[in-house]
C-alpha cells in the first residue's frame, strides 16, 4: 500500500469514526429513559469518573494555578501590573485552562478506563451475555456512564478552578507578596460571574464532558474483542478526546466572545 | 435412528403458519448466512426436538456458535426463517426479542460471568433485572440454583476466583434462574478436565431430565457428546448433512461421519483451504 492510500485510508477510518459515533448518539440518548431504571450503577458511576478523579484534577489545579501566577506575575512586572495577577489567572482558569485541561485529564483517567472496561467486557462476552439475558447493554453499561461522565465534567472544572485560583493565591499573595485583598478585590471586580464562569467552566465543562464520554463509550463498545482491539480503543479515545476537546474549545470560544 | 437432510421441503413444512406444529421447538428452514461473501449456512434445514438434548457438532468454523446466534436473534441471516416455541425469531421487534431471551438459557464458551459482580450476584442478576421479587425470595432462588451445580459454598467468591469448571457452573445456575424452555449450550467441555467435564454432563442431563429442558449443545468432543445427547446434528459446507442417534452416527458410512468421527485430515473437509495454484505461489512456473 502506497503511503498516499494509507493517509486517504487513515482520513476515511477517522470520518467513520466520526459518523459511527455521530450515529451512536442518539441511541445513547434513546437508552436514557430506559438506564433511570439503572440510577444506582448511574450514581456508582459518577463515584468512579467524578470522585475518583479529584485526586488529579485537585493536584493538577492547583499547580497550574502555581506556575500561571508565577509567570504571569514576572511579566506582568515588566508593566508594573502585579496587582492585576489574581484577574488574570482567573480569567485564563475560568475561560480556558479550567475546562480544557480538566478535559483533557479528564479523558486520560476516566475516558481511557471507560473505554477499556467497556472494552473488556466485550471481549469476555458480558455485553453479550446481558443481551441474553435480556438485558439492555447500552442502557444498563453506556447510558449510565454517559449521563455520569456529562455530569460530572461541569463538577471537576469547577474543582480545577478553585484549585488553581488557590493555587495562584499562594504563589501571588503567600510567597510573590501582592496584597491580598488587591488579589480578590482586582478578581471579583474583573470576573463575570455569567460571562466567564457560567460560559466558560458550566457550558465549555459540559460540552467537553459529552464529547469525552460519548467517544469513550462508543470506543469501547465497539472495540474489536481482541487484547489488540482494547488497547488501540483505549489510545483512540485519548487521541480523538484531545483532537476534540481543543477543536471545541474553539468553536465555542469564537460563539462566546 | 438415522437419516439424512436434503429431502424436498414441502409448502406445509416451509410456511409460516405451521411453524409451531408438530415436538419441534426449533425449527429452521432454508437458513442462509453469507460473512464477507462466503456462505455459512447454505440452506439449513434443521428441527430441534422439544424436551430433548441435542447436539450440534461440525468441523470448526462450520457456524455452530453462529446456528445458536441465529436461534438467539443476536445475528439476522440473509435468507430463510428460524422459529424459536413457534415465533418468527426475524419477525421480532427487539421488546418480543427480549420476551423470548427470558425463555432461553445461554451458556457461553467462556462463561461470560460479570465480573464486578460475586457468584451471587451474578446469579440473580437476571432476577433484579426482572422482576421485582423481594430480596428473601431472591436470595432462595440463587441459592438452591447454586445448590443444584453444587457451588451453593461458593456464593460470595468473585468469578475471578473459580476454576474454568465452577465458572461454567455458575454461568449454568445463571443460565436456568428462570426455568428456561431451551438452553444453548456453547462448547461446554471446552478445557474442563475429567471430573469437571463429568460434572457439566450430569448436570446437563438433570437438567434435562428434571425440568424437562430442550438443551442445545455445540460441542466436539464425540465420547462426552454420546454420555448425554438425545441426537446429533452434523452440520457441513453449510448444510446439515447426517443426523441421528449418538452411538450410530458415526457408524452410518457417510464420508462426512467417516471423516469427522474418524478425525481423518482429509476427505470432504479438505486440508487445504482454498487456495491459488501451489507452485505459481512459490513462483516455480516463471523459473521454470
Known sequence: MTAQAKRRNLLLDGLAQIGDAGLFLPTLLAAVPRSLRYFRETVRQLWFVGAMSLIIIMTCGLFV???????????????GGTASTGTVVALSV????????????????????????????????QLSAMEMMAVDPVAYVATPRFIAGIIAMPLLCCVFSAMAIFGGHLVGVTWLGID?????????????????????????????????????????????????????????????????????DFVLTAFMM | MLGYLGHPMTDAIASPESAPAGDALVRVRGLTTRFSGRAVFDGLDLDIPRGKITAIMGPSGTGKTTLLKHITGQLAADEGELWVDGEDVARLSREGLFKLRERVGYLFQ?????????????????????????????????????????????????????????????????????????????????????????????????????????????????????????????????????????????????????????????????????????AADLGLGETA
Request: glycine share 8%; hydrophobic share 45%; no cysteine.
Open chain 2, 110 to 278: 467462556n462463561s461470560a460471568l460479570l465480573t464486578d459482580f460475586d457468584v451471587f450476584e451474578n446469579v440473580a442478576f437476571p432476577l433484579r433485572q426482572h422482576t421485582k421479587l423481594p430480596e428473601e425470595l431472591i436470595r432462595d432462588i440463587v441459592l438452591t440454583k447454586l445448590q443444584a451445580v453444587g457451588l451453593r459454598g461458593a456464593a460470595r467468591l468473585m468469578p475471578s476466583e473459580l476454576s474454568g469448571g465452577m465458572a461454567r457452573r455458575v454461568a449454568l445456575a445463571r443460565a436456568i434462574v428462570f426455568d428456561p424452555m431451551l438452553i444453548l449450550y456453547d462448547e461446554p467441555f471446552v478445557g474442563l478436565d475429567p471430573i469437571a467435564l463429568n460434572q457439566v454432563l450430569k448436570l446437563i442431563r438433570t437438567l434435562n431430565e428434571t425440568l424437562g429442558i430442550t438443551s442445545v449443545l455445540v460441542a466436539h468432543e464425540l465420547a462426552a457428546i454420546q454420555q448425554v445427547a438425545d441426537r446429533v446434528v452434523l452440520i457441513a459446507n453449510g448444510k446439515v448433512v447426517a443426523e441421528g442417534h449418538p452411538k450410530e452416527i458415526a457408524d452410518d458410512g457417510s464420508p462426512w461421519t467417516r471423516q469427522f468421527f474418524g478425525g481423518e485430515p482429509d476427505g470432504p473437509v479438505p486440508f487445504h483451504y482454498p487456495a491459488g495454484d501451489y
Open chain 1, 180 to 248: 491580598n485583598g488587591t488579589f480578590w478585590s482586582n478578581m471579583t471586580s474583573n470576573v463575570d460571574v455569567w460571562k466567564d464562569v457560567i460560559d466558560g467552566v458550566i457550558w465549555k465543562g459540559l460540552a467537553f464532558g459529552t464529547v469525552v464520554t460519548l467517544i469513550s463509550v462508543h470506543q469501547g463498545y465497539t472495540t474489536p474483542p481482541t487484547s489488540e482491539g482494547v488497547a488501540y480503543a483505549t489510545t483512540r479515545t485519548v487521541v480523538a478526546s484531545s483532537i476534540a476537546i481543543l477543536a471545541i
Open chain 1, 94 to 125: 475560568y475561560r480556558e485552562l479550567g475546562p480544557v485541561v480538566t478535559a483533557l485529564l479528564f479523558a486520560g483517567r476516566a475516558g481511557t478506563s471507560i473505554t477499556a472496561e467497556i472494552g473488556l467486557m466485550r471481549a469476555t462476552d
Open chain 1, 65 to 79: 494555578g502555581m506556575v500561571l501566577a508565577l509567570q504571569l506575575y514576572h511579566v506582568l512586572e515588566i508593566f
